[in-house]
């Protein structure tokens, strides 16, 4: 018997088959994931590796908010840009859609340009109810990381501690 009819016999969660078997996922939180929504604004050293992190895994869909353009400089860090990223001069969140599609096409991404906080705040309400396993995002945490310094060098920052486990 193969891990994927031990876990699963339904083909679209073929894929995930080795962490289904993690305890609190299974099939029903897989299934979770695919629903689940996700903003993430800035797609640079963090912003790539968790948009990476949650292609693979399964969220259904993804919103990329970056302003800035591939740079040389991004590519010891930033792991989703390569060279060609650089002399076509793409946006980061253009460039990383295009390579998160070619991990999984099963994913829906989505483009954005820069948003303000208050805007940051309001849909990071709407999509707290949708996160999986009891996660969520907290206000605080991205209203810190939102100061004007913040603001006025990135657009818009989110890092992996606005979203938290719920007690």
């Known amino acids: 018997m193969t891990a994927s009819t031990e876990t699963t016999s339904n083909p679209d969660l073929e894929r995930y088959s080795r962490q289904m078997r993690f305890f609190g996922i299974g099939e029903a939180g ?17 912003g790539t590796v968790l948009a990476n992190t949650l292609a693979r895994a399964g969220v259904g869909f ?9 740079e040389l400089s991004n590519l010891q860090r930033q792991v989703l840009f ?19 599609r070619q991990i999984n096409s099963q994913v829906t991404y989505e483009l954005s340009s820069p948003i303000s ?51």
């Open 30 to 46: 897989q299934k979770k994931l695919a629903g689940a929504r996700v903003l993430l604004c800035g797609v640079g050293a963090l």
């Open 62 to 70: 993804i919103r990329l908010v970056d302003r800035d353009f591939v």
């Open 82 to 100: 390569d060279e060609e990223d650089v002399r076509s001069n793409t946006p980061k969140a253009e460039a990383a859609a295009t390579k998160l």
């Open 117 to 167: 906080t208050a805007q940051i705040l309001k849909h990071s309400q709407q999509m707290s109810t949708s996160l999986p396993m009891g996660l969520t995002i907290s206000r605080s945490a991205i209203s810190s990381m939102m100061s004007p310094s913040n603001r006025a060098n990135h657009g818009c920052t989110v890092a992996a501690s606005a979203v938290t486990a719920k007690p």
